[in-house]
């Protein structure tokens, strides 16, 4: 029978409200119990119901996503998703989150969300090959953003870069949501052997539990609960709800782990993330469906006096729980001083399905692991659809030549090589393709096969139809790794959204999930792993729908020779017709101030399918040099992205749509002239048109022309001057 | 027979596996070294790879110089054995008193991975060759801002033995754009760029090669 310790609080209707428990929920903590919960138990249930660690708002949609494939070797629910890449070769993925703490504390924040999806991937025995990051921060002249942009990315790269994973690409966006509630999104990739995957599990009763890695410390306590609340006037007063990364440890930790892992020891292994140590060990006894005990006072702290509360609810860092082999445990000991990491036995798998926790001999906490899991609160809540944004006006003419420009300075189009200029994106030297163009792409090592990455979410298509808008993101990120010759495999999702008790909030959610369905069974992408952030609102409003898609791809063969700008003499053509919609584009918003205007640009999965096997084709038989999905400000400013070192003359018509419109299903591709027939005819089928030729120093199309100085000192300079202003 | 290349791990590097698969390529055999070892063992020739060692704490290289291994890698330079340090190599020999001066932090403060034009200059040693063409191999570093009083300065200059230089401009402040130096018997270089990145076409380039050809041609 658990007991209470003497210095352990009364627990009042008060204390069960602050442990963020309904007290509907908190009957089922009682009726599930058959009596009071000790005070640890209290600090347990919280965790593990919180909106972070049961996904309780979210997980009867997230069911509806296609999560199956013949090259799916393990989807959602397990550390991260893996997708075969042939010759007993996998590749391991993930994205995670880490908003809240990342606007408390940027650095710290955002660092430790590098490192937590960096355990979620080792963690399955794979070595992590590269990292991306997707950012989201509030205006720029709000006086927030530049120490939250500074904080955050010297964040990444001071963990990233000292781990020694390159960082190879990723997205940072800008708009007045996020003003009080940045989205901080972190990829991590790595290589696995399709026959050395570890699973979070425990195996036989009798097997022992290890705990190595760094001492728990007292950070992060209730990190999970903060996650899961609204931000108010108090955040500043959760900073030490955040929790403090060392990347040190944690490099030392992936090589001793990597190494166990090739010594056929480990039954089970489990990062300690959200939750800490409560939820590592209640996931892996759940998942086998046997129960635990552990022996707090064995874990080893870095603080004095912790309590068996703060011991199961630290987010410290660094921290891996292991269940070993029975009669290697000399092994565990072996590798672990060598890396000079901590090591300590700390409980017994059992076969009552309890979970327990003794303190010095007394049991402290016993919960039947099912009432955990199982048992967790899951809602269906309500959804009521927002009434759709007013449509596109008649538009007032505007010089098209300065508009180009304006939106070239546009912070989500302009050069963000300041942030990636401080990640490491070549360590480990595979990276072929790295930040900057449509998607990353790397060698595997030994083998003729690429991996191709890509972070890409455009919120105000998905605010602006919350289905048609993700299946357009989705569709894009199929478009970006076509550009670099990859076929998509496979795809994570960090759904990033508000308050889930706001019915529109929560049928934009369920929309998003629908929209992503579709698109990905249309285009044959599985969703193999993701996360959820809810509650992400400041006062009472909430971010735009923020669907942050990952998507990795696959091709095999001599890499591609591409580059991000034309050269001259090259013929430009457009493949995929011409632009006809403005809604939601970034060209009403910074010209005409329309924001929250307009429908999404709809998606044609045929167009898509056809496009995406057209650019794969193009590229690796090497006809095109170049090749561009359109994205944010449509046709112009995709070839003016392409221009910063030559420009060129081309025919498209003198019109706001056809020059800025964001229609999905299209790429531009620059080639020899000499082999034009060649590229239209990998085209056919789809509308494709001979565009103009590269050459000279101005970039001329429809009405505009502007010299490439100013295309590149528009693109080139503005975020910088900002950033460092 | 081929030549024996130690590459040392210590807690922290990142970048050994980099440089034992440039030696490899090179025709040259990459042997791994942990820290806590206490002999190199039979080698030609010794590089301490870039990384974090000892997670950059105290002073990038600091600790690293007292692992066990260093003293074998002080009697081997002291022997006059080729040793390059790369980045973070670069960092422990500095802190070895191996090689002079030090690194400080960036001048903007700021983390820095990009492409940087070398000039190879100097003495020649068993990594460089003064004179040739420039080359373009990449930076990735926090601390690379090389620094050393001015009589040390003027003997490094003065001796031959500035070995790299930045062309058109240090992005990390360093003094008079110097990138890499040698000791004064010229057997020890250390350099921050990084040739073990571009050793190969379809991976950045082929730029960083010289300083791995050379060697291979001085051990033959």
Redesign the interface.
């Known amino acids: 029978m658990s007991q209470s310790l003497p210095s352990d609080p009364v627990i009042t209707p008060a204390i069960v409200a602050e442990h963020g428990l309904s007290p509907e929920e908190y009957q089922v903590v009682l009726d599930g119990l058959g009596r009071a919960p000790t005070w640890p138990e209290l600090g347990v249930f919280s965790v593990m119901w919180s909106e972070h660690c049961s996904y309780k708002s979210s997980r009867i949609h997230l069911k509806r996503l296609p999560t199956t494939g013949p090259r799916v070797v393990i989807g959602p629910g397990e550390n991260a998703g893996v997708v075969d890449i042939g010759d007993g070769l996998c590749v391991c993925f993930k994205m995670e989150s880490h908003n809240h703490p990342s606007y408390i504390e940027p650095y710290q924040g955002a660092a430790t969300g590098v490192g937590g999806i960096l355990r979620d991937v080792f963690t399955m025995g794979a070595r992590p090959v590269a990292l991306m990051d997707s950012l989201r921060f509030g205006r720029l002249d709000h006086p927030k953003t530049r120490s939250l942009v500074h904080g955050v990315v010297a964040g990444i790269g001071g963990y990233g870069n000292c781990m020694g994973i390159p960082t190879v690409g990723g997205e940072t966006r800008f708009d007045e949501s996020y003003d009080g509630n940045n989205l901080v999104n972190a990829f991590c990739a790595g290589i696995v052997h399709r026959d050395r995957i570890f699973l979070g599990t425990v195996g036989d009763a009798g097997n022992k539990v290890f705990y190595v890695g760094a001492g728990t410390g007292r950070d992060g306590i209730h990190g999970a609960t903060m996650a899961s609340a609204s931000f108010d006037d108090d955040s500043d007063e959760k900073r030490p709800t955040v929790q403090v990364g060392d990347p040190f440890q944690e490099k030392l930790l992936l090589e001793a782990c990597l190494e166990l892992m090739s010594m056929d020891v480990l039954v089970g292994i489990q990062d300690m993330g959200a939750a800490g140590l409560t939820s590592s060990s209640v996931e892996m006894a759940g998942r086998a469906g046997a129960g635990l005990l552990l022996a707090l006072d064995q874990v080893p702290t870095r603080e004095r006096d912790m309590t068996p509360y703060e011991l199961l609810l630290s987010e410290s860092q660094e921290r891996m729980l292991l269940v070993i082999k029975p009669g290697h445990e000399a092994k565990v000991f072996e590798v672990f001083e060598k890396w000079d990491l901590r090591c300590a036995e700390v409980g017994t798998v059992t076969g009552d399905g309890v979970w327990r926790c003794t303190w010095h001999g007394t049991e402290v906490a016993a919960i039947p692991v099912p009432i955990l899991t199982d048992a967790a609160p899951k809602y269906d809540r309500p959804r009521v659809a927002r009434p759709a944004s007013p449509p596109v006006p008649a538009l007032p003419p505007v010089d098209r030549s300065a508009a180009l420009l304006r939106l070239l300075a546009d912070p989500d189009v302009s050069d963000k090589r300041w942030i990636w200029r401080q990640y490491d994106h070549q360590v480990g030297t595979d990276t072929e393709i790295g930040p900057g163009l449509d998607a990353a792409l790397l060698r595997v090592k030994g083998t003729a096969k690429h991996l191709a990455f890509v972070a890409d979410s455009n919120g105000h298509h998905v605010y602006a139809n919350p289905r048609v808008g993700t299946a357009g993101q989705v569709a894009e990120c199929v478009r970006n790794l076509a550009c670099v010759g990859a076929d998509p495999i496979g795809l994570t999702d960090c759904m990033n959204f508000g308050n889930p008790r706001k019915p529109e909030v929560m049928w934009e959610f369920s929309e998003s999930v629908d929209g992503m369905a579709e698109a990905c069974r249309e285009l044959g992408v599985p969703v193999v792993s993701g996360n959820v952030s809810l509650y992400n609102e400041t006062g009472d409003s909430s971010i735009l729908p923020t669907p942050g898609l990952a998507m990795v791809g696959l091709w095999e063969g001599a890499a591609p020779r591409l580059r991000g700008r034309w050269t001259a003499g090259r013929a430009v053509a457009l493949i995929g017709g011409e632009g006809t919609h403005l809604g939601a584009s970034l060209f009403i918003r910074a010209m005409h101030g329309l924001r929250k205007t307009g429908d999404a640009p709809p998606v044609d999965f045929d167009r898509e399918r056809a496009l995406g096997a057209a650019l794969r084709r193009l590229v690796r038989e090497g006809l095109v040099e170049v090749a561009h999905d359109l994205g944010d400000g449509g046709l112009a400013v995709a070839l003016a992205e392409c221009a910063l070192d030559v420009g060129g003359q081309f025919d498209v018509a003198t019109s706001d749509t056809a020059l800025f419109g964001e229609d999905h299903g299209r790429a531009i591709v620059a080639y020899d002239p000499a082999r034009e027939a060649e590229v239209f005819a990998a085209c056919a089928g789809l509308p494709v048109r001979h565009l103009g030729a590269t050459g000279g120093e101005r970039l001329e199309v429809a009405d505009i022309k502007v010299p490439v100085a100013a295309l590149r000192e528009a693109w080139g300079d503005t975020f910088p001057r900002w950033v460092d202003g | 027979m081929n030549r024996r290349v130690a590459v040392v791990t210590f ?2 590097s ?2 050994d ?2 440089a034992r ?2 030696v490899a390529l090179h025709g040259m055999e990459a042997v791994p070294v942990w820290h ?1 070892d206490t002999s190199l063992g039979n080698v030609d020739a010794v590089i301490l790879p ?3 060692s ?4 105290l002073r990038c290289g600091a600790i690293a110089r007292f692992s066990p291994v260093m003293q074998d890698v002080v009697r081997f330079a002291e022997a006059g054995g080729p040793v390059l340090g790369i980045c973070n190599g670069f960092q422990v020999l500095c802190e070895a008193g191996l090689v002079p001066g030090v690194l400080l932090r960036n001048s903007k403060l ?5 492409d940087v034009t070398l000039h190879m200059e100097g003495r020649d040693t068993p990594f460089t060759r003064n004179g040739g063409v420039d080359i373009r191999i ?1 930076i ?1 570093h ?1 601390e690379g801002h090389w620094y050393a009083d001015d009589d040390t300065l003027a003997r490094v200059e003065g001796e031959g033995q500035v070995v790299f230089r930045y062309v058109g401009g240090a992005p990390n402040g360093a003094t008079r754009d110097i990138a890499g130096v040698c000791n004064a018997r010229g057997n020890v270089v250390g350099l921050m760029p ?1 040739p ?2 571009y ?2 076409a ?3 380039g082929i730029d960083g090669k010289v300083v791995f050809e050379r060697l291979a041609e001085v051990l033959s």
Not at chain 2, 54 to 57: F, Q, T
Not at chain 2, 110 to 114: I, V
Request: charged letters at 20%; hydrophobic letters at 30%.
């Open positions: 807690p922290g990142n970048c596996a980099d698969h440039a806590k870039g990384g974090f000892y997670g950059d704490y700021k983390f820095l991975c990009q990449p990735a926090m990084h073990e990145r050793v190969e379809s991976v950045g």
